[in-house]
């Protein structure tokens, strides 16, 4: 259907490492998808992904790109980009639909400003373009957390706050059998990739930014806020919605997520 049984892994030799990535969908024009930060890699996620996505099959080929291992530590969202756009002109892709979604949007913008030329069209999810108090707190607590509790207690801060209360109440349960199922990265990984949303600090260059751009955002984002999406869309003057009763999770929770980029890549 549409591309979605040939979804696929496989992985790139880049200098320093190797990168991770899924394909899908039988179309021709490239989808850059660039998910946010993590506690387990992709690895074994093509069919799943696919699915999730599926709305982008039929017109797309479809690449999701994990984050680059080993990760050097420190790491920077600039850095982090570079990956990508060095993984990009690997596969030939230049001109790309790109969607980033929280690290993700941050390195998404990263990207279409340091490499016009392998971005056309920019949806950015539940992101951020510099610091603020709520989100250095909440990475800050993350690591903490890493290091003394491991990765099983950030998990359950971040369903805690990346979820709306009427999610919580509904799927909370499910938490601990979900963590079950997960084959969660080294610490010292997260740790590093997490320091790296950090250092995002694009708001000043957000202009360089050519192609068109969406941005989607949740009104009550208890980790990087809704008002670090509204910022980005005015000081772009472009397109934005809110979903005004989401958190972080609003790319899950929202039924019409995926369909509201994939109407504006299609425009």
Not at 117 to 137: C, D, F, P, Y
Not at 192 to 221: F, M, N, Q, S
Request: aromatic share 10%.
């Amino acid at each position: 259907m549409f591309g979605l049984f040939n979804a696929k892994e496989d992985v790139l030799s880049l200098d320093g490492g190797n990168m991770t990535y899924l394909t899908f969908g039988s179309g021709t024009k490239p989808l850059v998808m660039i998910p946010g930060l993590r506690l387990s890699g992709i690895s074994g996620g093509a069919k799943a992904v696919a699915w999730y996505y599926r709305i982008f099959a039929k017109e797309y080929r479809v690449f999701l790109f994990d984050r680059k291992d080993p990760v050097t530590d420190p790491c920077t969202i600039h850095d982090l980009a570079e990956d990508v756009s060095v993984a990009m002109q690997s596969l030939g892709l230049r001109e790309a639909h790109v969607f980033g979604a929280s690290q993700g949007g941050m390195i998404a913008q990263d990207l279409a400003i340091h490499h016009p030329e392998l971005v056309s069209k920019l949806a950015l999810g539940v992101t951020l373009s510099r610091n603020n108090e709520t989100v250095e707190q909440v990475v800050r607590h993350w690591i903490e957390l890493s290091e003394t509790k491991g990765l099983s207690a950030v998990a359950e801060d971040y369903f805690e706050k990346g979820y709306s209360e009427a999610y919580l109440r509904k799927y909370k349960a499910f938490l601990p059998l979900l963590m079950k199922t997960q084959k969660l990265m080294p610490k010292e990984r997260f740790i590093a990739l997490a320091k790296a949303c950090l250092t995002c600090d694009t708001y000043d260059r957000l202009t360089e930014i050519r192609c068109p751009v969406l941005v989607l955002g949740g009104g009550k984002d208890r980790i990087v806020t809704g008002e670090a999406s509204l910022e980005i869309a005015e000081k772009l003057g472009c397109e934005v919605h809110m979903y005004e009763e989401l958190s972080h999770e609003a790319y899950n929770e929202a039924k019409d997520f995926n369909r509201r980029i994939y109407e504006f890549l299609n425009r």
